[in-house]
């Protein structure tokens, strides 16, 4: 069975730093893309970026460039969330999900995303 | 930047159709993606490339995807179908982009 596996709730002050994880098991995990996704609480899905654990090769949505850094560790199946410094803004359950990729002539025509994580709650507060 | 926009609240009577809509500009030229959120929970991906389920997805759920709206749609609704939502689709210039997300009701 294909699944990831989050690491546990956090409770932090503004101005510290944290870091995520996210174990794959159940399938190859440096040839699938690793994604992170947040939603704020009582709101939507937003995604954050992605990781070939392969190559650790990274984007990120523009909207979240700078302000995490996406990491993975193939050795033991894991990728990472970090903050270097939180906000209180950064209140939200974060997922991790396998990124599934379709192509056409060698180029990438749409991602979507299996399994998710269990979500770890990521709360802030002085 | 490409944008999906989707109801905020459907609802539908135990046991009729359920139509979930995703609107967006020339949507039918992309793959549209849909994933159930249930209260507490992570989402699960209930439809891939605008019509494919993925195993262990009841065939009560289908997806359509045509000029500007992609539609999810749901068969004999259940109560266990109250969820929310959402359509995803990857844009070459924004890359991933979410709809806002759909509260289905079942009555």
């Known amino acids: 069975e294909v699944q990831l596996v989050q690491s546990g709730a956090e409770v932090k002050k503004p101005g510290e730093s944290l870091k995520i994880s996210c174990k794959g098991s159940?399938?190859?995990?440096?040839?699938?893309?690793i994604g992170w996704v947040r939603q704020m609480p009582g709101k939507g899905l937003e995604w954050m970026g992605i990781i070939y654990p392969g190559d650790s090769d990274t984007r990120y949505s523009p909207s979240f460039q700078g302000q995490v850094t996406i990491s993975a560790d193939k050795s033991i199946s894991t990728a990472y969330l970090q903050w270097s410094s939180l906000k209180a803004s950064d209140t939200a359950m974060y997922y991790c999900?396998?990124?599934?990729?379709?192509?056409?002539?060698?180029?990438?025509?749409?991602?979507?995303?299996?399994?998710w994580g269990q979500g770890t709650l990521v709360t802030v507060s002085s | 930047s490409y944008e999906l926009t989707q109801p905020l609240s459907v609802s539908v009577a135990l046991g009729q159709t359920a139509r979930i809509t995703c609107g967006g500009n020339?949507?039918?030229?992309?793959?549209v993606h849909w994933y159930q959120q249930k209260p507490g929970q992570a989402p699960v991906l209930v439809i891939y490339r605008d019509s494919n389920r993925p195993s262990g997805i009841p065939e009560r759920f289908s997806g359509s995807n045509s000029g500007n709206t992609a539609t999810l749609t749901i068969s004999r609704a259940q109560a266990g179908d109250e969820a929310d939502y959402y359509c995803?689709?990857?844009?070459?210039?924004?890359?991933?982009?979410f709809g806002g997300g759909t509260k289905l009701t079942v009555l």
């Open positions: 159940g399938y190859s995990f440096t040839s699938y893309w």
């Open positions: 999900v396998r990124v599934l990729r379709g192509y056409s002539y060698g180029l990438t025509t749409d991602n979507w995303f299996d399994p």
């Open positions: 020339n949507i039918g030229s992309k793959n």
């Open positions: 995803q689709v990857w844009d070459s210039s924004t890359g991933e982009v």
